[in-house]
């Protein structure tokens, strides 16, 4: 049985201060959501600090994004090897903020994926199209183009030791929110996808949802078969929420 997973993108948010009461928050509130794993992916500069506030708790440390070189002239790139030598777990791979502002392609992606893999790093694949292709019923044929360049480049195999997080770009920080219905149908075409090349790696991996969600609408998210946590963005900047979420989580296994 796949164990839901709950994993907080804070973005370029947080400080020292800010950090530390927020973690203190999460961690009082954790036990509350047995058999859920929760994630948090803080900026870089503050990786070892809150690593050092999580060492021991169970809630797993993550990074934004990986560099898909190992060691080199890359300035302001952070290797998957620094991510697990400061105890990180998971690295975020893909986001379509990556996408979108910093023109990532399929191909970079891919080889992000790869990179974190090598090292032991779990990848958390963030796959999903735009409002615009969307409505021009192209969500499928996005889905199996952003899949298919990471499957070309590491082989299925690699995706049980990985996560897939699908995010529709038009329900990101929009406050806007697939329905159930409609998020559940795209995890389903994922895991299908999947299962085509592997069942039983299709079968074990983790696929989580994230577009603005929230305590009170991951009851009917995660309700759903085929989605198995979420990858949480403004909602993970508060104890509260974030913890609602887990219990939704909790509820739904």
């Known amino acids: 049985m796949r164990q839901y997973l709950v994993a907080g993108n804070w973005k370029m948010h947080g400080s020292l201060a800010d950090n530390r009461a927020l ?90 994926f790869a990179a974190a893999h090598r090292q032991g790093l779990v990848p958390i694949l963030c796959i999903g199209e735009t409002l615009e292709q969307r409505e021009a019923d192209e969500t499928e044929a996005v889905i199996r183009r952003q899949l298919m360049a990471v499957i070309d480049e590491v082989g299925i195999a690699a995706f049980a030791d990985a996560v897939v997080a699908y995010e529709p770009v038009w329900a990101i920080g929009t406050g806007r929110t697939a329905s159930p219905e409609q998020a559940g149908e795209v995890h389903t075409f994922i895991r299908g996808l999947l299962r085509d090349r592997d069942a039983k790696v299709a079968d074990g991996l983790r696929i989580l949802y994230g577009g603005s969600v929230k305590g009170d609408n991951a009851p009917g998210l995660f309700a759903r078969e085929d989605i198995d946590g979420g990858l949480i ?21």
């Not at 030598?85 to 975020?92: K, T």
């Not at 963005?233 to 296994?253: C, D, V």
Request: with cysteine.
């Open 23 to 112: 973690i203190d928050g999460i961690l009082e509130g954790a036990g509350e959501a047995s058999g859920v794993e929760f994630l948090v992916c803080p900026p870089s500069p503050y990786l070892a600090s809150v690593g050092e506030r999580l060492a021991g708790s169970g809630v797993e440390l993550g990074a934004q994004d990986v560099s898909e070189h190992e060691s080199g002239a890359y300035t302001g790139e952070v290797s998957a090897s620094m991510l697990a030598d400061l105890g990180c777990r998971y690295a975020i791979v893909g986001h379509s903020e990556r996408r979108t502002l910093y023109g990532e392609t399929d191909d970079r992606v891919a080889a992000k």
């Open 233 to 253: 963005g403004g909602a993970s900047l508060k104890a509260a929420e974030f913890l609602a979420i887990g219990r939704a989580a909790a509820a739904a296994g």
